[in-house]
């Protein structure tokens, strides 16, 4: 059964302090782990897909990484604007299956 | 992009009643979607997964007769919620596979 795990559940940081979100994941045969962003009562917003251990992608001020077991959404000098759960989904058959979230706070 | 219209944003229902949420691919057809159910503080669980024509494929532990899913078109998902209880307040969201998953702007059910 696959299994995703995010930590921190709840992260708060300066405007300006960087850190990382981390997602391990438990999957038999990943066809992809996906990241969103959702603000309160709002659906997810669709921020990368990484399909093989060594990829990365960035926007903005994100860049998320992916290994064999987990992955890691950076987010570089953050801005209040970047307030937001953080979801991270793997897809190992034909829905997504989703972890917990961080929810992330960046105060001015 | 791809954008999926879910209607309504929010319900207040009283008990016993049936509430419908519907969820529309918006230029383009999805032959799928998906109806997720999200407790506060909680993961997006997936509910069911509706194909246009055909039955809807529920998860385990989800009570088919209680939420009914109609896909009757390749535009248009419907989710219906069957003499709900207190306990069905959650937040509903679908999501349809283009661009990736896309998902809709969620309902919020409120069952009082």
């Known amino acids: 059964e696959d299994q995703v795990t995010q930590s921190p559940e709840a992260l708060r940081l300066q405007e300006g302090e960087s850190s990382s979100l981390n997602c391990s994941y438990t999957?038999?045969?990943?066809?992809?782990l996906f990241w969103y962003r959702q603000d309160p009562g709002k659906g997810p917003e669709f921020l990368f897909t990484?399909?093989?251990a060594g990829e990365e992608k960035e926007k903005e001020r994100l860049k998320a990484t992916l290994t064999k077991k987990e992955s890691f959404l950076h987010i570089t000098a953050p801005k209040p604007e970047d307030s937001a759960t953080y979801l991270c989904?793997?897809?190992?058959?034909?829905?997504?299956?989703f972890g917990k979230g961080t929810s992330l706070l960046v105060t001015p | 992009g791809a954008v999926v219209s879910q209607h309504p944003s929010w319900v207040i229902c009283k008990s016993g009643t049936s509430v419908k949420i519907e969820c529309r691919s918006l230029d383009f057809q999805a032959t799928t979607m998906f109806w997720y159910r999200q407790f506060p503080k909680q993961s997006l669980m997936l509910m069911a997964t509706?194909?246009?024509?055909?039955?809807?494929?529920?998860e385990q532990g989800v009570e088919k007769d209680k939420f009914l899913i109609n896909h009757a078109s390749l535009t248009l998902s419907t989710l219906t919620v069957t003499s709900a209880h207190p306990e069905d307040s959650s937040f509903y969201i679908c999501?349809?596979?283009?661009?990736?998953?896309?998902f809709g702007s969620g309902t919020r059910l409120t069952v009082v």
């Open positions: 990484l399909y093989s």
């Open positions: 999501s349809a596979i283009e661009d990736g998953y896309t």
């Open positions: 509706s194909n246009e024509g055909s039955k809807a494929t529920y």
């Open positions: 999957v038999s045969g990943l066809r992809g």
């Open positions: 989904a793997v897809h190992s058959g034909y829905a997504l299956n």
